[in-house]
């Protein structure tokens, strides 16, 4: 299974936007990259995700380097309640479009600092 | 809210016990998952159903097992249960099948299961 690389925690300002970088140097054409969070206390929630194009959506925006081989979450504008451990995940589409469970990593500690 | 619910939200037992988790999906959802987080072994899949059917299974041991009903809602049963087996228990239910690439999975707020 292809893997994903993430910096085990980083540090952003308030109101700042932040970057979050992965890593997937193995990643096949068929794989898309999936972006999860995880809030304190609480069950992880979906994010983004895209195949080659970069994508927007009103929580975040995803940008996918053109050999695919890394991508970078941005959150145009962080608050306090965007502190949580975002994680990187890569899903290989099945014929007909279906897809396996979804495989955790490590994931990245996001700290806001007010 | 998600919209999944699960049910206990803690649970305490012994060594040896087993227990079994509930899980509500939102509605209109077909397909529900399983996951389990340890400190040590981070945020596993364990198995999906499909409208009452097993549809993937991942790091699952064999005390373990699951089942969906007719009215979609699914229950993860634990057996023989062991200390290492304390865990947070999560359960997520998604549309279906079908598209599922790009489906989110809502996540429930999990069941805690401490083994003693």
């Known amino acids: 299974d292809a893997k994903t690389t993430q910096p085990n925690s980083m540090e952003s300002n308030e109101e700042e936007p932040v970057h979050l970088p992965c890593n997937h140097s193995?990643?096949?054409?068929?794989?898309?990259i999936h972006w999860y969070r995880q809030l304190p206390s609480q069950g992880p929630e979906y994010v983004i995700h895209g195949l080659t194009s970069n994508v927007n959506n009103r929580m975040a925006s995803l940008a996918i380097a053109e050999d695919r081989k890394s991508s970078t979450l941005i959150l145009h504008r962080a608050t306090l309640r965007d502190a949580a451990v975002y994680y990187c995940?890569?899903?290989?589409?099945?014929?007909?479009?279906?897809?396996?469970?979804?495989?955790f990593g490590k994931g990245t500690h996001l700290i806001i600092q007010p | 809210d998600s919209g999944v619910t699960q049910t206990p939200k803690h649970l305490i037992t012994a060594t040896g016990q087993r227990v079994t988790l509930r899980c509500s999906p939102r509605?209109?959802?077909?397909?529900v998952y399983w996951y389990q987080q340890s400190l040590d072994q981070g945020l596993q899949f364990l198995i999906q159903?499909?409208?009452?059917?097993?549809?993937a299974k991942g790091n699952i041991l064999e005390r373990f097992s699951a089942q969906q009903f007719p009215d979609l809602h699914s229950e993860l049963n634990l057996s023989s249960l062991e200390l290492g087996d304390s865990a947070l228990y999560f359960c997520?239910?998604?549309?279906?099948?079908?598209?599922?690439?790009?489906?989110?999975?809502?996540f429930g707020p999990g069941t805690r299961l401490t083994v003693l």
């Open positions: 509605s209109g959802d077909l397909s």
């Open positions: 159903y499909y409208n009452g059917e097993e549809r």
């Open positions: 997520a239910s998604s549309v279906g099948v079908a598209s599922n690439i790009h489906n989110e999975q809502f």
């Open positions: 995940i890569l899903r290989v589409m099945f014929r007909g479009g279906g897809a396996d469970g979804l495989t």
């Open positions: 193995t990643i096949s054409g068929t794989d898309y």
